[in-house]
């Protein structure tokens, strides 16, 4: 091994510790996950909101503001942002629905929350409509978008390190952070791990009872989000994993959602 590897070695693992150390440690809620996150509540407010303008802005001929749908959207939404809100007391919560064919909803980190209405043809009931809506709130509950960021930052630092520069790189966060914004102007959801899809499922699946809603519903409505044929419902299943092993884990909450279940969420 030469020299210059070597320190090149050294310096990337020193690059790393420092950003690794120099982060805080913070539990995920329900879970209790240990995790570092590379933003402050208060980023993540800013950059939610920031997609969530624009989002609209750009939307703004397609927002459904009134009607059967919207009022449901609305109904549940503010359910979920309840039980969200007892953990994450500081988001700011709200939820548009956007005339859209395409199966999808998303929650922004700091309590954005986008429905789409193609999602409203597979969601068939108010139970069904908060598994969705409560998985998409534990993503933002759980940090995930700040989590990963951490992880590139993780990455990228490591890398230039190696290379010889040991110096911050703000430029690189600006471009990893612009890509939540991205996300959400295109209606998309963040290629989440495997590790925070599962969570948010089990996150979400404690919520939607918190919430009064009947965690099964979780299970019919997974099982037939993966049969449902179409052109639209594939986009939200390439960034969703679905199948028998999904149907499976979320199975083995059930217990522990139906011991949080409240019967009168007031
Ligand atoms: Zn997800």
Redesign the pocket.
Known sequence: MGRRIIIGIVLAVIAVSYTYFSSEEQDVPVTGRQQRVAMSDEQQQQLGLQAYDQTLAEEQENVVSSGAQHDQVQRVAKRIAKVGGEDKPEFDWDVTLLQRDEANAFCLPGGKIVVFTGLLDVAKTDDELATVMA??VA?AVAEHGAERIFREQLTSRAVTAASGAFADDPQRYVQVASLLGAGAQFGL?LP?SRAQ?SE?DHIGLIYMARAGYKPEAAITFWTRMSKAGGGSVPEYLA??PSGATRIKQIQGWIPEAKREAREDPA
């Open positions: 998985h998409e993503h959801s989440w899809e948010s960034t969703h």
